[in-house]
């Protein structure tokens, strides 16, 4: 009796014994409805052995196995599972559709999944009850439908794993759970791959915010982030199995955008002009336009990129070539997507890793490493500089008089602010063998390092000629305009307007000569002005040149001011000027007998003039002002 329970348990089992499916199956490249029948002689049909991806030319083509007949079939209890080997197609058995993936025939398809269709007891019974010898119990069919959709590198060398089986319910949905698992599994690396060039987009990004000059850190990260987002795109859709109308939709117009910035990033890091913007547009507009008709949309791209590259080499193959190389490899591999040069894909441990999307995380990690050694490159480059740019502005400060001559009866005053770390401005007092005060303001044309080298040989040669003395202060203009155009072209582009003074203590009398410079004040104490207008060109600009000079009296509480015109050049919103009539206005209605103070409050009134704008030229102003009898500062 005991045996009983054993024979009926053996008995259950090989009842529900499923079948496997994998293996040989017959193909037919002809569109014929009758290939779903089970009497059609498909023995001199090619055979093709699954599980595989079937990728063909053929808009629609049929596959065929005959299988014993299932005990369960008469009970309607067969599930039958297909695998990966088409997006798209309609399942027959015994002549009798039993379902399909829903797209059949349509230009948008779903990504491949793996399937389950149900088996009625009529697909069964619907067999003829007699035929050929060889006629098979059952037979399965597929008419697979090929819209020739492209899903990109990421699937390019996904594997069909199956499961193909014809089986019970409970096994095929066990089946089906572990092949999408496995689906999922598969494309693992293709999540690595985001995460890699989505992180070193991110950190180029945060690191473009501290650089803002470095256009190239901005451009790569775009270019990261969008092919990021693309392949993120791309595991949704194969995930979900979404429609392919998502790839022309957003997949490839964000690797279009993705390639405008590597393009971008490219002419800088190869040390070239960007690309014309023409060149953009029409290599944009022709890849938008085979976005939607075409795999090969990227092309105009890669050409374009490997245009740049040749270039680069041409230039200067050993400075490119640590850049080029990685690019020209990348083009290669996006290149092997539609042209297949090597293989697709990497198969390991159930994984699938497209050889394209390993190129392009190497590529990325290759060229955030170059560039953040170039970055540190630079940057020793530019500390380098700003040391020697410290050590100029400390040079040029000290040529500065460091204090204010003690002259008896006077007040003298000066301030003067660069721009940048060195200026064009020159501001210099020192006393003449004859006892009298030498004043001078002047202003070299331009800014930086280059005005700053003309202003201070200007200063030794006009310091040189002021005190070897027996000239008039006209004669002394005349000459050094001369020695400058004496000097050559480069000298006479950086031509130099100044205006300087011979104070008189004794007889309390200036001499100005004004040489193309700004309008000089002089303030009496009765309110009134007199303007001290140039009397000829700036110094070097032409070759013998004769000025005149201005003596006159200089009467208790006057006041005298000479600047530069970033004094009155300061602007504030809306590109309003300062202005000399603002500066002689406040300068005029100064009550301060301290030189040192009324400056305080001319750069006080451009502070507040101004706000948070910044200066955008040097600033030099000096002061003299003459005290009444017995008064004291």
Known sequence: MKIIPVLLLMTASAVAQPLNLSGPWKLSATDQARWAQPDVDDSRWPTV???????????????????PTPAQAQAGQLQVTIGLVAESYEIYVNGLRIGDTGDFGKSEIGF??????????????????????????????????????????????????GPYWITTSEHANAEIDAAQKGLRLALTPALIVIAGECGIGVCLLLLWFAERDRGELLFFAVYLIAT????????????????????????????DVAFLFLC?????????????????????????????????????WIILLTWQCCRALRMSARRNLPFALPLLLYALAILNNTVRIFPAS??????????????????????????????ASDRREKQRLASELDSAREIQQSLIPQSTPAIKGYSVGFRSSACYEVGGDYLDIFALPSGEQMMIVADVAGKGLAAALVGTAFRSAFRAAASAGGASLSDLAAR????????GPEARRRYVTA???????????????????????????????????ASGPPLGILPGVQYSAETFPFPEGSRLLFYTDGVTEVFREGDEEFGPERLLEHFRECRERNCDRMLDSVWGAMKQFAGEIRQRDDMTALALFRMESGSQV
């Open 346 to 375: 990497i198969d390991f441990a159930g994984m699938t890793l497209s050889v394209t999307n390993l190129i392009q995380l190497l590529f990325a990690g290759a060229m955030l490493i170059l560039m953040l050694a170039r970055l």
């Open 112 to 161: 491949f999944q793996p399937r389950s269709f149900r088996v009625p007891s009529e697909a069964v019974t619907s067999m003829p009850a007699s035929g050929p010898a060889s006629s098979p119990a059952l037979v399965v069919a597929l008419r697979i439908w090929n819209p020739g959709a492209s899903w990109g590198s990421m699937t390019s060398g996904l594997r069909d794993r």
């Open 228 to 255: 990021g987002i693309s392949l993120i795109l791309g595991i949704w859709v194969a995930f979900t199995g979404a429609s392919s109308f998502w790839f022309p939709l957003g997949f490839r117009p964000l690797n």
């Open 499 to 533: 205006i300087f003074l011979t104070l008189d203590p004794t007889n309390h009398c200036i001499s100005v000569v004004n040489a193309g410079h700004n309008t000089g004040f002089v303030v009496q104490s009765d309110g009134a002005v007199r303007m001290i207008e």
């Open 49 to 67: 052995t699954l599980p595989q991806r079937m990728p063909r030319n053929e808009r629609i083509y049929w596959l065929r196995r005959a299988v």
């Open 264 to 300: 971008l990033a490219s002419a800088v890091f190869l040390r070239l002009r960007q690309p014309p913007w023409p060149v953009l547009a029409g290599a944009a507009a022709l890849s938008a336009a085979l976005t939607f008709r075409t795999v090969f949309y990227l092309i105009p």
């Open 480 to 487: 050094i305009s001369q020695q400058h155009w004496n000097e």
